[in-house]
């Protein structure tokens, strides 16, 4: 997928990122850590290109070694963002957010729930012991809720565009519906009238953030209206919300569907107010 590369693209020629000091490679997952959270059948499966033709249509990819390298790298990415954020307070990665994928199948262009991964391993590691997803994707979060649903120590906030996909959502720890064309007032009025009190309620010690782009006002899945200006508030907020606390947050890119620049570019977003939130805060 092009947009990862013209949205590093865009960073660097903008300079919201320096090359030799802010920017660090992951490793791909493993199939051991993979397999944390998925089946180890699917996982063998995924990696090695044995999924068949019925599996690959319900992700909307069609396997290829290449495919298999990037979603394993994007999870890497979004685990190395997770904890480099424990170390230094804000990390974010320039992937991630497959939310879609299930313990035993891919859905809705996720194979790899990276979000899921991320938690998990940070519990089993003992890096952290309370984990907050906040995912603001405007499609519910549907397989990272199922996985994390038995896990008291990982907390699921989805905030999505109840009438659109996927059509049976699953239940997030808070689930919070928005109406078709819902803008930017009315979201940030019912962000803050969720989040604050879901952080200060679970105490998490990390919040992995799902800023997706879609809902987007020109997004061609969305079909909610925020502007530019509307995902930069809701990205300051989140952000500011978890460090005012002094809690570390890891970003991921999440969803976005449009015109490949203009999609790119709309994914600088959460990067540049990363960059304008640690001059203050850290």
Not at 44 to 59: I, P, Y
Not at 120 to 125: E, F, K, Q, R, V
Not at 202 to 221: K, M, T
Not at 259 to 281: C, D, K, P
């Amino acid at each position: 997928m092009m947009k990862f590369h013209h949205l590093y693209q865009i960073l660097l020629s903008d300079g919201v990122i320096n090359k030799n000091k802010q920017v660090i490679q992951p490793r791909q997952v493993s199939q051991e850590v993979a397999s944390s959270v998925h089946s180890e059948c699917y996982v063998k499966k995924f990696f090695n290109g044995l999924t068949s033709q019925k599996e690959q249509r319900a992700t909307g990819f069609e396997w290829t070694p290449g495919l298999a390298s990037r979603v394993r790298y994007e999870t890497g990415g979004t685990l190395l963002a997770a904890k480099l954020s424990l170390e230094r307070g804000l990390a974010c990665s320039t992937g991630g957010g497959t939310h879609h994928a299930f313990p035993d199948h891919g859905s809705g262009y996720c194979l790899i729930n990276d979000l899921a991964v991320a938690a998990h391993n940070l519990i089993a590691c003992g890096l952290a012991t309370k984990i907050l997803i906040v995912d603001l994707d405007v499609h519910q979060g549907d397989g990272t809720a199922f996985i994390c649903q038995s896990h008291p120590d990982i907390f699921t906030l989805s905030l999505h565009c109840q009438n659109n996909f996927p059509l049976r959502k699953q239940k997030s720890d808070l689930d919070v519906g928005l109406e078709v064309g819902t803008g930017d007032n009315e979201y940030m009025k019912i962000l803050s009238e969720h989040l604050p009190a879901v952080i200060d309620n679970f105490h998490p010690d990390i919040i992995l953030y799902d800023a997706g782009v879609d809902p987007h006002q020109n997004d061609q899945l969305g079909k909610l209206k925020l502007s530019d200006q509307g995902l930069f508030k809701r990205d300051v907020y989140v952000l500011k919300s978890a460090l005012c606390r002094g809690i570390p947050v890891a970003t991921v890119i999440g969803g976005g569907y449009d015109g490949i620049m203009e999609l790119s570019a709309r994914h600088t977003i959460i990067h540049r107010v990363a960059q304008e939130v640690w001059n203050t805060y850290l």
